[in-house]
């Protein structure tokens, strides 16, 4: 599986970004694609994940404030990141996991494959 992450760039607080995921390859049935984001000196934390029947989840410092969506027919999944903060600054990743569970879905370690990396900055 390979993923293509785009959509990041630098914004004042209060703007939106919209991250894109496109994933190619044997994707399977039973996957969840989620973003985890790493700030500078920080350990990489997770975001928001949807699985493969579209059941979404998040990090409760995003909830409310970020939507997570996906096309199947395209095999993309899409981050709308709304109200953003100084403090979401960081290199989002996206990630895929082809078994999905809920039990990990927080899990970083439990995506196997990830993508390039997207830059967020968001300034006060």
């Known amino acids: 599986v390979q993923l293509q992450a785009s959509g990041g760039g630098m914004v004042q607080a209060g703007d939106s970004l919209r991250l894109s995921c496109a994933a190619s390859?044997?994707?399977?049935?039973?996957?969840?694609m989620g973003w985890f984001r790493q700030a500078p000196g920080k350990e990489r934390e997770f975001v928001a994940t949807?699985?493969?029947?579209?059941?979404?989840y998040y990090a409760d410092s995003v909830k409310g404030r970020f939507t997570i969506s996906r096309s199947v027919a395209k095999n993309t999944v899409d981050l709308q990141m709304n109200s953003l903060k100084p403090e979401d600054t960081a290199v989002y990743y996206c990630?895929?996991?082809?078994?999905?569970?809920?039990?990990?879905?927080?899990?970083?370690?439990?995506?196997?494959?990830w993508g390039q990396g997207t830059l967020v900055t968001v300034s006060s």
């Open positions: 949807i699985s493969w029947s579209g059941g979404t």
């Open positions: 990630g895929f996991d082809l078994t999905f569970s809920p039990h990990t879905v927080r899990i970083g370690n439990s995506y196997k494959y």
């Open positions: 390859g044997r994707t399977g049935r039973t996957y969840a």
